[in-house]
């Protein structure tokens, strides 16, 4: 995650949002999509 919201941060101009779209289920990383969407928030208020 961290790694992505690194990459979103190179790629995104600061007056566009970007957004979490998986194209796989994570399972094998998070217990659900709630805790993968916390995971993604923490890091994008890190600033990565």
Do not use: H, I
Not at 6 to 34: I, R, W
Request: hydrophobic fraction near 30%.
């Amino acid at each position: 995650m961290k790694e992505a919201v690194a990459k979103a941060y190179q790629f995104t101009d600061q007056e566009y949002g970007c957004v979490l779209s998986p194209a796989a289920a994570s399972y094998n990383a998070y217990k659900n999509f709630e805790e993968r969407g916390k995971d993604y928030k923490n890091w994008v208020e890190k600033g990565s």
